[in-house]
């Protein structure tokens, strides 16, 4: 897989964003980070464009993915003061990558039709496991 010019916001950089974000910037995207704990955004490391809010991650994307507690967090930063969702372009994709449940998948679905943005729910299953230099 390579990049190919795409630019990917990662929104939520903790246990699983953060490795996620690093692997994109492995495989030639353009990479902006996110985290409501800027330090953990930082942690990523090199490469990696850091955003102050969702909306400045999100501007101009061509695909948003949120790693994000619940469904409630998700909703929040993807419509909140400075919600992702104000600043993404109409035809982009949006991951959403947390284990949320069906109701919150369905709600945020809607959301991303009302924005003309493609959903795609993804939500991770098994364990992180650390491995070396990842
Ligand atoms: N870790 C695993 O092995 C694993 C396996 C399968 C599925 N999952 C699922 O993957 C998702 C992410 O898990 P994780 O392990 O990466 O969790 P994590 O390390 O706790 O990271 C959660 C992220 O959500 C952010 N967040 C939480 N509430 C927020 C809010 N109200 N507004 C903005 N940001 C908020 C946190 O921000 P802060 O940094 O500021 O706290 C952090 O960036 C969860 O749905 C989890 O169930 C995890």
Redesign the pocket.
Known sequence: MTGSGLTVAV????????PMARNLLRAGFDVRVW???PA?AARVGVGARRASNPAQAAEGTDVVIT????G??VE??MT?PDGALSMLPSGAVWIQ????GVEWSDRLAGLAAVHEVTFVDA???????ARRGG
């Open positions: 929104l939520g950089t903790g246990t699983m964003g953060a985290d409501r704990t953990k790693m994000l507690t619940d409630g967090a929040d930063v909140g990558m947390g284990t949320i939500p991770v299953s098994g364990q992180f496991q």
